[in-house]
């Protein structure tokens, strides 16, 4: 009885240093939150300037082919997106899926990359693919997993503790997706449609804040990834969390050069950018599970290669109120659009008890082991693995962590 009274007035302790740590966190925030304001007043006031506008009646298709000379156009922003079609972009809020009934076979695929480059001698990544497959009444559920350490002949790259992703963690998780495939072609391969829904973009995204001889790696690597699912006739489509502005930019241009008497100041449209993004201008355009019109879709990576062999359009998918997601797929998929969109919107009814997400991405994301909160057990487990292994061929156990647990 002591000792369960002990526990209580720890734990009672404890809950109250919480507390109080929060109502100092909640201060702090009191006495700046005028700053919030001020920006969301910015935030409001560029809203109301494109609510004046319906981009849907503005000629945007040859954007690109009028702009596209400026060799100083991707200094001003990364990426660009314009119309593919001049007549479906006209209808705005797109819904066409009610007659939708192409066959199709879908995968869900989530990654995860987990560095222990601290934790143990010599440094190393686990890099993880979940892969969920529902056919039907059946559901597959697996999980793929690839190790590199780091010894004299890898590149210094690959453990580096000061990134939170390099490249080469990027075309690790391509090269283990078109691995998947071919171990399992079968089961990709036999519907009319197939396709990978994937949560890295397909348009180098991770790469934009890299130096040229990383994205240059990416590029290449995503490259074979598109040609590779191509020639099996897999769609990959990625619903990858960007929060670029393509559209916004391309509009932006637009209205410098075709109509200045709208900008009551030049720069303000400009200066909008650091504030509002697509997801945040076509969530006023947009109605609940409609879709924009597909989009060209270009970046300064792509620009600089002139070996794009498969190329990228986008569409942005409004789910409800606060929740429009960007959706990338290859621009010869363009005629599957409405089944991707489709798809799309019943797995997202499927998954109203886990919030604004995909329901076979969260369960996909769900099965992955090398998640953050389960660190210490995987640590602890690959050392009494490590332990036994190093007993048989060393003849000796040994530990091999740093010795921070």
């Known amino acids: 009885m002591l000792f369960n009274i002990t526990n209580n007035i720890a734990y009672l302790s404890m809950f109250k240093s919480d507390i109080i740590k929060f ?29 004046k506008l319906n981009p849907f009646e503005i000629n945007l298709t040859e954007i690109y082919e009028i702009i596209s000379y400026d060799p100083s156009l991707f200094n001003e922003m990364l990426d660009l997106a314009w119309p593919y079609q001049e007549d479906e972009w006209k209808k705005g809020s797109i819904y066409n899926i009610e007659n939708e009934n192409t066959s199709y076979n879908a995968t869900f695929i989530a990654s995860n990359i987990l560095n222990l480059s601290n934790e143990f001698i010599p440094p190393f990544k686990i890099y993880e693919v979940s892969i969920y497959k529902e056919k039907g009444n059946e559901i597959k559920l697996n999980n793929a997993f690839s190790i590199k350490v780091q010894d004299k002949n890898s590149s210094p790259e690959l453990i580096n503790r000061n990134k939170e992703i390099s490249s080469y963690d990027i075309t690790e998780i391509h090269s283990m997706i078109i691995n998947e495939i071919n171990s399992n072609i079968n089961d990709y391969i036999n519907e009319e449609l197939n ?23 990416i590029f290449e690597s995503l490259q074979n990834f598109l040609s590779i699912t191509r020639s099996y006739n897999i769609v990959p489509v990625s619903i990858y969390n960007s929060n670029t502005s393509p559209l916004l930019f391309a509009l932006i241009k637009y209205l ?24 945040l201008f076509l969530s006023g355009k947009l109605n609940k599970f409609h879709r924009s019109p597909l989009l060209n879709y270009t970046n300064f990576i792509f620009e600089e290669n002139p070996y794009l062999r498969e190329k990228i359009a986008i569409f942005y998918v409004k789910f409800d109120l606060n929740t429009v997601k960007r959706i990338e797929v290859p621009i010869y998929a363009e005629s599957y659009i409405d089944i991707i969109h489709k798809i799309l919107i019943q797995q997202y009814k499927k998954n109203k008890a886990n919030g604004n997400d995909i329901y076979s991405f969260t369960k996909a994301k769900k099965n992955l082991v090398t998640e953050k909160r389960n660190k210490e057990k995987i640590i602890k487990y690959i050392d009494s693995i490590l332990r036994k292994e190093s007993a048989k061929v060393l003849g000796k156990e040994m530990g091999i962590i740093k010795g921070i647990y």
């Open 195 to 217: 396709l990978i829904f994937v949560d890295f973009s397909l348009t180098c995204q991770e790469a934009f804040d890299m130096q040229k001889k990383d994205y240059d790696i």
């Open 256 to 279: 410098e050069k075709y109509e200045k008497k709208i900008l009551a100041e030049p720069s303000l449209l400009k200066e909008m950018l650091l504030y509002i993004n697509d997801k």
């Open 23 to 51: 109502e100092r966190l909640g201060n702090a925030v009191r006495e700046n939150s005028h700053l919030f304001f001020k920006n969301l007043g910015l935030v409001f006031d560029y809203l109301r300037l494109l609510d």
